[in-house]
């Protein structure tokens, strides 16, 4: 059956990616931060993301998997390119709307921050199995993870409030 509707396992896998990113993207899209003051939607937006990741292990894993065979599959997909992450667009909204209010500064790169907002809650869920073995910690449990993301919003923060 594998074969006949996907006809190997390389598309099988690639159509898993595609559905996996088509259900990011859909989340992202719902994101509303019309309104929202900048220091907030900041907050809201690395905590959406962080949430995402908690939620979804599996997408991590899908990426893993993915960057082991450095990007193979994604390279193939036609879909995948398409879709345009509506998150980093929103982000650059937020990110003006600070500038323009004096609150952040003015060199930030949109995708770069991304990167790095994603990161910090990528790692977290990612490595959450060996960081507890080597360290004893297991920072997937509440109190653990609370000072985790308070943590890793002050340091967004910081980065990005003008000096």
Same mark, same amino acid.
């Given at each position: 059956m594998l074969y006949y509707y996907f006809g190997s396992k390389e598309l099988l896998f690639t159509a898993v990616l595609e559905y996996?990113?088509?259900?990011?993207?859909?989340?992202?899209?719902?994101?509303?931060?019309?309104?929202?003051?900048?220091?907030?939607?900041?907050?809201? #937006?690395?905590?959406?993301?962080? /949430?995402?990741? +908690?939620?979804h292990p599996d997408l991590l894993r899908l990426l893993n998997n993915?960057?082991?065979?450095?990007?193979?599959y994604l390279q193939k997909s036609t879909r995948i390119r398409e879709m345009i992450s509506p998150i980093v667009k929103t982000l650059d909204g937020v990110l003006e709307r600070g500038q323009?209010?004096? #609150?952040?500064?003015?060199?930030? /790169?949109?995708? +770069?921050?991304?990167?790095?907002?994603?990161g910090l809650g990528y790692y977290m869920v990612s490595n959450r199995?060996?960081?507890?073995?080597i360290f004893g910690r297991d920072f997937s449990v509440q109190q653990?993870?609370?000072?985790?993301?308070?943590?890793?919003?002050?340091?967004l923060l910081a980065f990005l409030l003008r000096r």
């Open positions: 996996a990113f088509s259900a990011l993207m859909e989340a992202e899209r719902a994101i509303d931060l019309d309104g929202v003051a900048p220091v907030e939607a900041i907050t809201r #937006l690395a905590h959406f993301v962080w /949430d995402y990741y +908690r939620d993915e960057n082991l065979h450095e990007a193979r323009k209010a004096g #609150l952040f500064r003015t060199d930030i /790169d949109p995708l +770069r921050f991304y990167v790095t907002l994603s199995f060996t960081l507890a073995a653990e993870r609370a000072e985790m993301i308070k943590m890793n919003t002050e340091l």
